[in-house]
């Protein structure tokens, strides 16, 4: 790595040669961007900072998510031991009877699991995963000084905060925070007396929620535009890295998802609140007829679920963008298949708009359209599979740095492979009977896009955390993270399959009371335990990050990975504008690396005569 | 903004108009969802047909003409046409208000006919998609006021920021016409 001290310095000629003076610096930014803490680091317009909000408060929650996780599989797992030792965490929840024997509150076991849910799915690895690392990585890396608009994206990092707080609000209600389900599914959200947890509780899920869309969809905006309308010059759209064509299709996917979403929250509002019958039909409750008539509960599923399914993909396909771009670079190959990698990436976000229904082929839609849903689903894993492939191509003969970057990103081909198979048994309506509502379907979306998406997050933090903070993560505690995290996910998520192939209900407090499902104790424990320890590893990965902010090896060079993209031409510490004199332009695709008997070339170097733009 | 404004640009429209249609394109997404569960439900069954009250025409006339009206704004201000560039803003703002009177005598006339937000879920989902269309006409004379509060506080100007601005609140105002218009078909032929 010698010769870096000597790349960068040719890089800063090269950018100066033959960059794009835009006049930025003879403007004077300083005042409205820079001047106070509160304008730097609060309410800051830098998209720089606005990623580190954003990440900061994932993992914020990320923390509070899989708590709650450990708690349900406490009770999941040893629902003879007391509980009482977390009476002073959980208060009431917990009720301690004459003998000392704490016992965790049914109601509040489900408002656990729900908001497990919600806040993994949404706040984490929504907000937490393509919030940090769409605004962070888009300008950088196509060569734009700040977002489009950095106003709207400022405001999208506050109303995250201010669904946040609502959210968090909610979980000290006296009625408790809300418990029908992550999905919220009529009647159970729509009727006030059908819970606690449908009290006040949903009403602060729903408004928590409503502003979240808010922020996603002024992110989306703002994403969308910069790679469209600020992308430096040379910088065609075929020379993206592949980490801007997902965080891209990601936003374009959101922005079409999301608001169907708020849709369906309307409508949910009104029958909740202004007696309408959108979703509500002949209910009784405490043998009193309801005087809702004529409304259906499947309208609502279809509505969340035209969000929900393109959701996942939301969530996977940042992570997929970020693994391929440190598979590429550690492994110093360029990426196997750039165009099938982007064209796989178009065709997944298609794909995702026309499969919403494989999840209520058990709700009583007609078999036929069923059949059709089927299909759809199935044609998924062909662009799914055509990206494994090239991962695994581009590790092939590769000269892999088995770094905590690296080894997160092949984690993520692994896991997403494991997660994959399973969805094929599940996109099939008639193994469904079976498996529906099953411990196997937790098993399959727990590591296809929790565990799966949380390692691309990791590759990312641990790849770019010297862009973020001009340090690096500790390494071994890195590798510690990522052993324990790797096997233990597979130890809680492996031994679930089984729970669901024997037909264990997902959600069920207790399966004491059912003669077929209480056998499977010693499974459950040995699950929770899994959880526990795999809790307990993420813990040392908060601990380094924090730690490594301020004392972690400092960045000395510029690009320490030898990477051809923009985002590392800036300054170590790059200020507001990215690069302190011109925007460098582009004269090659993403991914020379090894090309010619160099080990990289980067964007900005122009191709020799002759030479030919790789990629295409 | 000036960080947009400087920057070099691939594409031929100004970065933050781009941004207003993408998020025209989103608002739009969330009426398709209303529609497609209208859709839905009405396939259900148990469906009660009415015919709409006859202000939901009268402001359809309404919102069209605005539309003209902010268009000829624009034309005015281009044109250095100081004084009908101002009457011209007015006169849609007034318009828009006028709209908002007009659904909400629609509301009460269909309340007095008995089709009740309570009723049966053809008459809610009347309710539901014009109320919340109405709550992006008053996002649109939001919009309106400021560009009123340019136009009467600012000196009168034609630079290209201005032109912009005026460009996209005019885009805003035509799309919630646009789409009154789309939704006032819908409801009134998908019975």
Do not use: C
Request: hydrophobic letters at 50%.
């Amino acid at each position: 790595m010698a010769n870096l001290t000597d790349t960068v310095h040719e890089q800063d000629v090269l950018i100066e040669e033959l960059g794009y003076d835009d006049h930025f610096h003879e403007h004077h930014h300083g005042d409205k961007y820079q001047s106070s803490f509160i304008s730097k680091y609060i309410f800051s317009q830098d998209h720089k900072i606005i990623a580190k909000q954003f990440l900061i408060t994932g993992i914020f929650w990320a923390v509070i998510g899989s708590a709650m996780s450990v708690i349900f599989r406490m009770q999941l797992g040893f629902p003879e031991e007391s509980m009482a030792w977390l009476k002073p965490l959980l208060g009431k929840w917990i009720t301690v009877d004459d003998a000392g024997m704490g016992t965790l509150n049914p109601e509040f076991y489900y408002a656990l699991v729900t908001m497990h849910g919600t806040i993994i799915v949404f706040f984490v690895l929504t907000a937490g995963l393509s919030g940090t690392f769409s605004n962070m990585l888009i300008p950088l890396q196509v060569g734009a000084r700040d977002m489009a608009s950095p106003f709207l994206n400022m405001l999208s990092y506050w109303f995250f905060f201010l669904a946040s707080v609502v959210m968090f609000f909610s979980l000290f209600l006296n009625t408790g925070p809300f418990s029908g389900g992550w999905v919220a599914y009529p009647p159970l959200s729509a009727l006030p007396e059908a819970s606690s947890g449908s009290k006040a509780g949903m009403t602060l899920w729903t408004a928590s929620l409503v502003f979240f869309v808010v922020s996603v969809l002024l992110g989306g905006i703002n994403y969308i535009t910069t790679v469209l309308n600020l992308r430096t010059k040379g910088m065609s759209m075929w020379r993206l890295p592949l980490t801007i064509w997902a965080f891209f299709v990601t936003a374009i996917i959101a922005l079409l998802s999301f608001p169907v979403l708020v849709s369906a929250f309307f409508l949910l509002m009104f029958d909740r609140g202004l007696g309408t019958s959108f979703y509500l039909s002949e209910i009784f409750i405490g043998g009193q007829a309801l005087d809702h008539v004529g409304g259906s509960p499947i309208l609502y599923q279809h509505l969340f679920w035209f969000l929900g399914h393109p959701e996942v993909y939301i969530i996977i396909l940042p992570a997929m963008g970020l693994v391929s771009e440190v598979l590429s670079v550690q492994s110093r190959k360029p990426i196997f298949g750039y165009k099938a990698m982007v064209l796989s990436i178009l065709a997944i976000a298609f794909l995702s708009f026309i499969v919403w229904a494989h999840h209520m082929f058990m709700s009583g839609v007609n078999p036929f359209i069923s059949n059709i849903f089927v299909i759809f689903t199935l044609i998924i894993a062909v662009p799914s599979a055509v990206k494994v492939f090239n991962w695994i191509a581009t590790l092939y003969k590769g000269n892999v740095r088995l770094n905590s970057p690296a080894l997160f990103a092949i984690g993520f081909v692994s896991m997403f492979i494991s997660g994959g198979l399973t969805g094929i048994f599940l996109g099939n309506s008639a193994i469904d009977i079976q498996l529906h509502d099953t411990y196997f379907v937790v098993a399959h979306f727990h590591i296809v896009m929790g565990v799966a998406a949380f390692f691309g997050m990791f590759a990312g933090i641990y790849h770019w955390f010297p862009k973020f903070y001009g340090r690096f993560m500790n390494e071994t505690l890195g590798k510690i993270h990522f052993w324990g995290t790797l096997i233990g996910a597979y130890i809680i998520f492996w031994p679930m399959h089984y729970l669901g192939m024997v037909g264990i209900p997902r959600r069920y407090y207790s399966f004491d009371t059912f003669d077929a499902f209480r056998d499977f104790d010693g499974m459950n424990k040995f699950i929770t335990i899994g959880a526990i320890v795999v809790f307990a590893v993420q813990l040392i990965f908060v601990l380094n990050f924090f730690y490594s902010i301020w004392k972690g090896r400092k960045q000395t060079t510029r690009n320490p990975w030898g990477s051809t993209t923009l985002d590392w031409t800036t300054p170590i510490r790059p200020g507001h504008g990215n690069w302190p004199g011109k925007i460098p332009s582009v004269h090659r695709w993403a991914y020379d690396y090894g090309k010619d008997g160099k080990e990289f070339i980067s964007q900005i170097t122009p191709l020799e005569e002759g030479e030919k733009d790789g990629g295409h | 903004m000036d960080v947009v404004s400087s920057h070099h640009s691939n594409n031929r429209i100004p970065s933050l108009t781009f941004a207003l249609w993408v998020s025209l394109a989103s608002i739009s997404m969330m009426f398709a969802g209303f529609m497609s569960a209208y859709i839905v439900r009405q396939a259900a069954g148990n469906w009660f047909e009415f015919v709409l009250p006859a202000h939901f025409l009268w402001s359809t006339g309404v919102l069209l003409v605005s539309s003209g009206s902010i268009f000829m704004a624009q034309r005015m201000f281009n044109q250095r046409n100081e004084i009908k560039y101002k009457s011209l803003l007015v006169l849609t703002f007034v318009l828009g208000l006028v709209f908002i009177v007009l659904q909400y005598e629609g509301w009460m006339a269909m309340q007095a006919e008995g089709i009740d937000l309570k009723g049966n879920p053809s008459g809610a989902f009347v309710y539901v998609i014009s109320g919340v269309h109405v709550a992006h006409v008053l996002g649109g004379l939001a919009v309106l006021a400021v560009a009123l509060l340019h136009a009467f506080l600012l000196p009168f100007n034609v630079s290209q920021v201005r032109k912009e601005r005026l460009e996209r609140t005019a885009y805003y105002w035509h799309y919630v016409d646009l789409l009154w218009v789309v939704l006032f078909l819908f409801l009134n032929y998908y019975r």
